[in-house]
Structures are given as C-alpha cells and as structure tokens.
C-alpha cells in the first residue's frame, strides 16, 4: 500500500451510493451480516444481538480537481458535522420515522435523505484527506 498522504482540493461531483449508513462491526469497522435478530461479522467473527448493532456512516463519492476525476469513500465520525447526528442516531432517527408514519416502503424516507445529502455536497468544494 502507497503511504504518501495529501490533501487534495476538490468539488464534489455525483453521491455514487445512496446507502450512508451501514452496521458496523465495533472491533474491525467491518460491514455486519443481519438478520432480524442476529449480527455476525464474517471478517473477525464477533457476533451480538441485532438491536446491539451499531452504525458508521460511508459516504461514496465522485469528485473532481481541475485536471481529474477521483472515486473516494468517506467513512466514520468525521461526517458527523455534516449530517448533525451520529450514523447511530441518523440510524434510529430512520427507523423512529418508518415506525412512527407505518411507512413500509423506505425507499420514501431514503430518497429524501439522498435528495438532502446531495444538495449539501454535489458542487461544493472540500479539501480531502487522501
């Protein structure tokens, strides 16, 4: 692995996922396999109860200098500034909301947290950490 670090100025271009929040094992940040009462992590193996779960927000993005085009994730707390809450608390609030409105279909609720997460992002300028 390259071990030279930068910073690089750019403007975010497109979100290329629109999942930004996934359960996250606690020990290796790995994405945990759920079911409606289980996790399992299949990298380290640790396993818990799905209400235990906790999130990690991973924000796929599409973005542009002045001479290139760059495919970046950004992962963890660092987001948090931007989206106001935790993943965790972003996580539950989700949940609160498709109980609370009987909203079986969260395509509803999803596509309004992309079509928020892209007017914060598509056409700014940030300075990434590579």
């Not at 969260?106 to 079509?115: C, I, K, N, P, Y």
Request: charge should be positive; proline fraction near 2%.
């Amino acid at each position: 692995m390259n071990s030279v670090r930068g910073l690089l100025a750019a403007s975010v271009v497109s979100i290329q996922n629109s999942c930004f929040i996934y359960p996250a094992c606690q020990k290796c940040f790995s994405r945990l396999i759920l079911d409606s009462r289980r996790f399992k992590c299949l990298k380290c193996g640790r396993t818990g109860e799905a209400k235990d779960a906790s999130y990690r927000y991973r924000l796929s993005l599409k973005i542009a200098d002045t001479n290139d085009l760059f495919d970046i994730v950004v992962f963890g707390s660092c987001l948090d500034p931007f989206f106001g809450v935790t993943a965790e608390n972003l996580q539950r609030c989700i949940q609160d909301f498709n109980q609370q409105s009987g909203e079986t279909n969260t395509d509803v609720s999803s596509g309004a947290l992309v079509q928020a997460v892209e007017a914060c992002f598509i056409g700014k300028r940030f300075i990434f950490g590579l």
